[in-house]
């Protein structure tokens, strides 16, 4: 989980400020450091641990000068959480300055940094984004870039949109199997690479299209062009950014995040339809489907429970020891909305169930008669290995329990998830072409002690 950005502009005084606007638009995509690479005279890096606005200021901004930049906020899955972890990475060699922002996460990192390791190349984060800093540098010794990138996704097993700046070149790449998102837009005077379109939008630009998977889009001289690195032949866009990753506002592989959420809601409605008084959604990440819910059955949304929007991130209150204070914090529910009557709560998903538990507990506590729990998304049965934060199965609430004992875990009079062909339908992408390993335990690519029908059906 990560949010990548590059920006094309003429005008060389505004090009960070443009970096910094969209990385502020994908903040949610992490939250744990922000950074940009810009090239101008020289080239420089800027970063630091926390949010966009902790990083930036505006005298930093000022001297961040030059055409082109990429930049990244982190949400760390491979590598801890510190400064020289955070990105974008920068290595110095024969072939150039060369800055790398990775979105993804590679399987294949310890194999990868062994083999590199032994070969004499020195290592200065954990992150396995400078194995990739490491290859491209060396392929790009001898070749253009669309060979160095053929070559590197040759040797890369899991998932990689990238964000380059290679002296002045800014480069987005996204890898075959097309995980991790990636949209071009058109400004003004210049061009945006982002994560997300939201980020375009915020910056006032036009979204062109999506990067397809295998697809590099390449910004010289301000220039623009799109250029196939490798076919695609096996697609695994992941599902979990339509489910709760991704703003609902962006645009994701021309498919409204938002419309999907929406359709996720009136087809749980469909699937489970269930006889309460009000239907409330546990914010935010249950809005959209709560307002389909409530579209398809005609029951009223009417908020059970409001958050502190200056809660992002989990904070710990010093000597703060009760986990319940700490959900009380974040949100508190409306005793007049749900006093006497049958509350239906509807989230995006149940990861470790703890969340769900406490936020059941605080509706009943408000006088609530019934409590009922509905999720858009089926169980998540399985740990991700590219990329989102969902790392060992026994963290997983339903890789080992059923829908009846998660019931009981959380305390709801009665629980029900989406189904998986509700989920596809409601996304309208080719079951083929999702990742849905999370949801099915089927890897797209092989893992270590993981199943993966489509190998077995490749061999
Ligand atoms: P749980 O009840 O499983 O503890 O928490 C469920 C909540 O976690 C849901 O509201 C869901 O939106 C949220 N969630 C799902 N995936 C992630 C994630 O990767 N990171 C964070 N911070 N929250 C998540
Ligand atoms: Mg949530």
Do not use: W
Not at 96 to 114: D, K, M, P
Not at 192 to 208: Q, Y
Not at 378 to 383: D, G, K, Y
């Amino acid at each position: 989980m990560c949010g990548i950005v590059g920006v094309y502009c003429d005008d060389d005084s505004f090009t960070s400020r443009i970096a910094y606007y969209a990385l502020f638009s994908l903040q949610h995509r992490g939250q744990e450091s922000a950074g940009i690479s810009i090239s101008g005279e020289d080239f420089k890096v800027y970063k630091g641990m926390g949010l966009v606005n902790e990083v930036f200021d505006d005298k930093t901004l000022s001297r961040l000068r030059g055409n082109s930049a990429i930049g990244h906020v982190r949400y760390s899955t491979t590598g801890e959480s510190k400064l020289e972890n955070a990105q974008p990475l920068f290595v110095k060699s024969k072939s150039g300055s060369i800055s790398v922002a990775h979105n993804g996460n590679l399987v294949n990192y310890r194999e990868l940094r062994r083999e590199l390791e032994s070969d004499g190349r020195v290592f200065l984060t954990d992150s396995d984004t400078e194995v990739i800093a490491h290859l491209l540098s060396s392929y790009l010794l001898k070749n253009e870039i669309e060979e160095a990138l053929a070559l590197l996704t040759e040797k890369l097993c899991g998932s990689f949109t990238l964000a380059l700046l290679l002296n002045h070149m800014v480069v987005g790449y996204r890898d075959p199997m097309g995980f991790k998102p990636l949209c071009v837009g058109k400004l003004e005077n210049g061009y945006i690479l982002a994560s997300e379109s939201c980020a375009i939008d915020s910056v006032g630009g036009e979204l062109v299209r999506d990067v397809k998977p295998g697809e590099a889009v390449i910004i010289e001289d301000g220039e623009l062009r799109f250029e196939r690195i490798a076919e695609s032949n096996q697609k695994a866009i992941c599902v979990f950014e339509y489910i709760y990753f991704a703003r609902p506002d962006s645009i994701i592989d021309g498919r409204s995040v938002y419309s999907v959420r929406f359709d996720i809601g009136r087809t749980l409605a469909k699937e489970n339809p269930v006889e309460v008084d009000i239907i409330s959604p546990v914010p935010d990440s249950g809005t959209t489907s709560s307002i389909g819910y409530a579209y398809e059955s005609g029951i009223p949304y009417i908020e059970a429970l409001i958050k502190n929007r200056y809660v992002g991130r989990t904070f710990i209150m010093p000597g703060q020891r009760s986990r319940e204070l700490s959900v009380q914090l974040k949100m508190n529910a409306l005793k007049e909305n749900v006093r006497g009557r049958k509350v239906l709560l509807i989230d995006d998903s149940i990861v470790r169930g703890t969340t769900s538990r406490r936020i059941v507990d605080l509706v009943r506590k408000a006088g609530a008669k019934e409590v009922h729990f509905r999720v858009g998304s089926p169980p998540i049965i399985s740990p991700c290995y590219f990329g989102i934060d969902m790392s060992t199965r026994e963290e997983l609430i339903a890789s080992s329990k059923t829908v009846e004992d998660i019931r009981k875990a959380i305390n709801a009079d009665s629980l029900a998830y989406l189904s998986l062909k509700g989920l596809i339908k409601s996304v309208r992408i080719d079951e083929e072409d999702l990742c849905l390993a999370c949801l099915t335990s089927d890897y797209p690519v092989e893992v270590p002690g993981e199943i993966c029908l489509r190998c077995s059906a490749r061999a």
